[in-house]
C-alpha cells in the first residue's frame, strides 16, 4: 500500500500529462515508466552522476529547504534536478543540459523504481522544485570540489 506522500506525489507528476489517467495506469500496467514533456510544470537539469551527488549532497546541508525532487539513472550515469520551467534558463558547464519545453523524460512512479531509473528525492506531492539560484550555487561548489580532487597531469 503506498503511502498519502506517494500518492500526492503520483497524483502531482501525472498533473503534468495530457492524460493524467493514463499516465498513472501505464505506470501500474506498462514498464513502469512514462514520458512526460518538461516545460509544462518542471524543466529538468541533467547532470553526470558525480556532479549530481556530490551537488546534492550540498544541497542537503540547507538547514532551511529540503531538496526537490531528483532522478537518477543509472544506465545514462546521470541525475536529474527538477526545476521550474524556464524558457530562458541557460545552464552552464561540463555535461550539464537543461531539459526544457518540447523534451520528453522518462519518469517512474514515485513509489518505485522502474528499470535503471528511479527517484533519489521523490515528489511529495506539494510542487516543491529545486530553486535555481540554489541549484547552481551547489552546481558550482561541486564542480569546485571536483576539479580540487581530479588529478593533476603531468605535462
Given at each position: ?67 526537490g525532487p531528483t532522478l537518477v539513472d543509472s544506465a545514462a550515469h546521470r541525475l536529474g534536478f ?13 555535461g550539464i543540459r537543461h531539459v526544457s519545453k518540447g523534451s520528453w523524460v522518462a519518469v517512474p ?45 603531468a605535462d
Amino acid at each position: 500500500m503506498m503511502n498519502a506522500m506517494w500518492m500526492q506525489g503520483v497524483e502531482w507528476l501525472a498533473a503534468a500529462a495530457s492524460d493524467p489517467e493514463a499516465c498513472k495506469r501505464e505506470w501500474e500496467l506498462g514498464d513502469g515508466t512514462v514520458l512526460l514533456e518538461a516545460g509544462r510544470r518542471w524543466d529538468v537539469v541533467s547532470v553526470p552522476r558525480q556532479l549530481g551527488l556530490l551537488t546534492l549532497d550540498i544541497l542537503w546541508y540547507d538547514p532551511v529547504r529540503t531538496p526537490g525532487p531528483t532522478l537518477v539513472d543509472s544506465a545514462a550515469h546521470r541525475l536529474g534536478f527538477f526545476v521550474p520551467p524556464d524558457p530562458a534558463g541557460h545552464w552552464v558547464g561540463t555535461g550539464i543540459r537543461h531539459v526544457s519545453k518540447g523534451s520528453w523524460v522518462a519518469v517512474p512512479p514515485p513509489y518505485r523504481p522502474a528499470g535503471a531509473v528511479e527517484w533519489i528525492v521523490p515528489p511529495d506531492g506539494s510542487g516543491m522544485l529545486h530553486p535555481p539560484l540554489a541549484l547552481e550555487v551547489a552546481l558550482r561548489r561541486a564542480q569546485e570540489t571536483l576539479a580540487v580532487l581530479a588529478p593533476v597531469s603531468a605535462d
